[in-house]
């Protein structure tokens, strides 16, 4: 009997070992599997926008590199939310992907209850490229540089509008952080969209906007906007003549329109590694490089930890900003 218990506890002992050997190699199989069928890049807004050109950039790249479908999915609506919400609860299997820019970081502070937890059911695959926001004037503002600007609407407080394409957007954001770190006052008209804010720009309705940079070259070039400067630390190759807002007269400001890659936090690190380091080597390329840089963008193609990273800190930003300008958005 005893020799019977022994060979039961073995043969328990070596079913344990290898359930938890099988366990431990699954990610990896996986991970050299991966991918095994179609694929689906979520675009949390309409077609047409920087998120949805970038996504179908990729989209290409990934279907060429591993000769699967792969197929941008347009899940608008609630500033993004709604296509967040639906790739936080689909299948971590690496397959289902999500594609934002830069308001994502600000929606934990701007809608008190979102379908989802940011923190929790997503994880960061790539910051995947980056580019300025334009502060632009109608040429009727008797200004022609930052500085000028600030001493302007110092001097007329709660007289100067600014446009946005909606209240939490980048460009809102951008123009309450040039509010508090210049001491000025600017008074925020929100837009449904930026083709509508554009419009009265140009018009001179509302004087002022924080624009896409290659949205504003033409209209800068052809002299229906001025452009005082550029949101980040840096001048942008595709406008070098553009000085940054912070080398103008603000040091310090920074609002970085970016774009990054998440999936569902349930997804495998060895898929999520792989995956992040096929759009490495898709980014890297000469065509892509170029066709971004025509749209102001900088590819970054940053590791899911240095991702991370700055998503706490972009996070954290935001997080300041709204509170200071007591902006509360509404799904």
Known sequence: MAARLQTSIRTFCAGLIATAIALAAAPHAAAQNYPTGPMRIVVPFTPG????????????????????????????????????????????????????????????????????DQNRELAPVSWLASGPLT?????????????????????????????????????????????????????????????????DVMAGRVPVYFMNILQSLSLIKAGKLRALGVTTPERTPIAPEIPSIAEAGLKGFDMTNWYGMLVPATTPREVTVKLNA??????????????????????????????????????????????????????
């Open 49 to 116: 926008g920087g998120t949805d050109i970038l996504a179908r950039l990729i989209a290409q790249k990934l279907n060429e590199a591993w000769s699967q479908p792969v197929v941008v999915d347009n899940r608008p609506g609630a500033s993004g939310t709604v296509g967040t919400a639906f790739v936080a609860k689909a299948a971590g299997d690496g397959h289902t992907m999500l594609i934002v820019p830069a308001g994502y970081a600000g929606n934990p502070s701007l809608y008190k209850k979102l379908p989802y």
């Open 278 to 331: 096929e759009l490495a080597r898709a980014l890297k390329l000469p065509e892509l490089r170029s066709r971004l840089a025509d749209d102001g963008m900088t590819v970054v193609a940053s590791t899911p930890e240095q991702f991370s990273e700055f998503l706490t800190r972009e996070t954290a930003k935001f997080s300041r900003v709204i509170e200071t300008a007591g902006i509360q958005g509404s799904l």
């Open 135 to 199: 502060l632009v004037v109608h040429p009727s503002l008797p200004v022609h540089s930052v500085k000028a600007f600030i001493a302007f609407a110092r001097a007329r407080p709660g007289e100067i509008n600014f446009g946005s394409s909606g209240a939490g957007t980048l460009p809102h954001l951008s123009a309450e952080l040039f509010n508090s770190m210049s001491g000025i006052k600017m008074v925020h008209i929100p837009y449904k969209g930026a083709g509508a804010a554009v419009t």
